[in-house]
C-alpha cells in the first residue's frame, strides 16, 4: 500500500526553528509538496521538491532525499501566524497525491 | 497567477436538498481538476477527479450519482451533492493544475465550501 508518515502534532516556541518530518512509500515518485492549512482554510502551496536536496524559500526550507524516501519542511524565526497544519503529499507514478495527515504546529509565545 | 476560486464559501442547506459547488481557474486554464473533502481534524480526502469534457472519475466509495460533477469549460468544475443528508456535512475543496505552466505539477486549492446540512 502506499503511506505517508508525519508527526501528528508539534509545539515550538515563536522565533525558534522547527523542523517536521515525512517519511513515504509510494508506487512511484513524481515529487513531494508541503501545503500550509491554517483552521477552517484551504491549504496553500509551500513547497515542491522531485531532485535530492535542500530548497530554501525565505523562512521555509524543505528537504528531499529520494533513497531515503524522506523529506522535512524546515521552519526558521517562528512566527504565531505559522500555527497551522503542515500537509506532506507524494505525487505517485500515475500523477496522483497521496496525502500525509498533515502536523499540527503549535507555537507559544 | 495559478488563483483557484469556490462559490459559494459556506453554504447551509435542509436534508433531501441538493447543493451545488462552483470551482473556478481564474488565470489559467485547468483541464483538469480535483474535488477534495476533509472532515474536521482529518486529512484530504480526494472525491474524484474532474476531467474537462469528459466524465469524471471517482474514487473508490464515492457515490458518483450522489456526488455529481460537470466540467463545462477550461475554467469551471461544479460539483452538485444531490439529496444532501447531515452525514455529507464537511468542507469541500476544489484543486487545479495550471498544465500550461512550467509547474504542472502543483495543484492550487479554492478557498473551500463549508456545506451544513440540517
Known amino acids: 500500500g502506499q503511506n505517508i508518515d508525519q508527526p501528528t502534532e508539534m509545539t515550538a516556541t515563536e522565533g525558534a526553528i522547527v523542523q517536521i518530518n515525512c517519511t513515504y512509500q509510494t508506487s512511484g515518485f513524481n515529487g513531494l509538496f508541503w501545503y500550509q492549512q491554517h483552521a477552517g482554510e484551504a491549504p496553500t502551496f509551500l513547497s515542491y521538491n522531485v531532485l535530492d536536496g535542500l530548497e530554501e524559500k525565505g523562512r521555509f526550507s524543505s528537504f528531499l532525499s529520494r533513497s531515503k524516501g524522506y523529506s522535512y519542511l524546515l521552519l526558521k524565526e517562528l512566527q504565531m501566524k505559522d500555527s497551522a497544519s503542515y500537509l506532506c503529499?507524494?505525487?505517485?507514478?500515475?500523477?496522483?497525491?497521496?496525502w500525509g495527515a498533515g502536523t499540527k504546529l503549535i507555537i507559544k509565545p | 497567477g495559478a488563483v483557484v476560486s469556490q462559490h459559494p464559501s459556506w453554504v447551509i442547506c435542509k436534508s433531501g436538498t441538493s447543493v451545488k459547488i462552483e470551482c473556478r481557474s481564474l488565470d489559467f486554464q485547468a483541464t483538469t481538476m480535483f474535488w477534495y473533502r476533509q472532515f474536521p481534524k482529518q486529512s484530504l480526502m480526494l472525491m474524484a477527479t474532474?476531467?474537462?469534457?469528459?466524465?469524471?472519475?471517482?474514487e473508490q466509495g464515492v457515490e458518483k450519482d450522489k456526488f455529481l460533477i460537470n466540467h463545462a469549460s477550461l475554467t469551471l468544475s461544479t460539483l452538485t451533492v444531490t439529496s444532501a443528508h447531515p452525514e455529507d456535512s464537511s468542507f469541500y475543496i476544489c484543486s487545479a493544475r495550471d498544465m500550461a505552466s512550467g509547474d504542472s505539477n502543483t495543484q492550487y486549492f479554492g478557498p473551500g465550501t463549508r456545506l451544513t446540512v440540517l
Open positions: 503529499a507524494v505525487l505517485d507514478s500515475n500523477y496522483q497525491l497521496i
Open positions: 474532474s476531467n474537462e469534457g469528459s466524465k469524471a472519475t471517482y
